[in-house]
T-cell receptor, first 116, second 115 residues
Framework: NAGVMQNPRHLVRRRGQEARLRCSPM?????VYWYRQLPEEGLKFMVYLQKENIIDESGMPKERFSAEFPKEGPSILRIQQVVRGDSAAYFC??????????????FGPGTRLTVT | AQSVAQPEDQVNVAEGNPLTVKCTYS??????LFWYVQYPNRGLQFLLK??????LVKGSYGFEAEFNKSQTSFHLKKPSALVSDSALYFCAVRVVDGNTGKLIFGQGTTLQVKP
């Protein structure tokens, strides 16, 4: 059973470009979470999605950031017009059951975004 | 506001000695508590969790954690540290209300085990 997969592992973008980060959850998991880890900091929640639904986006910046989890295919975190402050590691996690359950979240290896 | 605190940025122990990594939390309602470990340039690996029941929880790689409701703590422990345990450790709490499944993480504690 493959784990959570994220690609690319490393992404370099110039200021003003778009960044697209992809996440494929573990097989059988229908709940996806995105977290951001800034240098020297812990992980901060960004968004929680189920298939075709955004359930909680309370951690998403109001502008330039969007996320989706379509019926088919991976979850996508999209950052438009990137700025240097977006440089961070972005982690995706998945779990098999409803929010509030006792199931742990399984994390992918992360995408390290560098904005030059 | 819900929060998790890891009061130590770094913990240093000698190989073979017991280790403790501290975590305290502040949430409304009953918490679900987790410990994760992160090796350099890698994702987080799940170590253990407390949901309900016995306050002493055993997890992967010989780690255990003790839930203390009165002190709102969930300290990670291991009787005998290994050099390979050196990594960044995160405590997290899952908020159990509404539809959110999000985890709130502490800022992390770097564990350094010296031979």
């Amino acid at each position: 059973n493959a784990g959570v997969m994220q690609n690319p592992r490393h992404l370099v973008r110039r200021r003003g470009q778009e960044a697209r980060l992809r996440c494929s959850p573990m097989k059988g998991h229908s709940h996806v979470y995105w977290y951001r880890q800034l240098p020297e900091e812990g992980l901060k929640f960004m968004v929680y999605l189920q298939k075709e639904n955004i359930i909680d986006e309370s951690g998403m910046p109001k502008e330039r950031f969007s996320a989706e989890f379509p019926k088919e295919g991976p979850s996508i975190l999209r950052i438009q017009q990137v700025v240097r402050g977006d440089s961070a590691a972005y982690f995706c996690a998945s779990s098999p059951r409803l929010a509030g359950s006792s199931y742990e979240q399984y994390f992918g290896p992360g995408t390290r975004l560098t904005v030059t | 506001a819900q929060s998790v605190a890891q009061p130590e940025d770094q913990v240093n122990v000698a190989e073979g000695n017991p280790l403790t990594v501290k975590c305290t939390y502040s949430v409304s309602g009953n918490p679900y508590l987790f410990w994760y470990v992160q090796y350099p340039n890698r994702g987080l690996q799940f170590l253990l969790k407390y949901i309900t029941g016995d306050n002493l929880v055993k997890g992967s790689y010989g780690f255990e954690a003790e839930f203390n409701k009165s002190q709102t703590s969930f300290h990670l422990k291991k009787p005998s540290a290994l050099v390979s345990d050196s990594a960044l450790y995160f405590c997290a709490v899952r908020v159990v209300d509404g539809n959110t499944g999000k985890l709130i993480f502490g800022q992390g504690t770097t564990l350094q085990v010296k031979p």
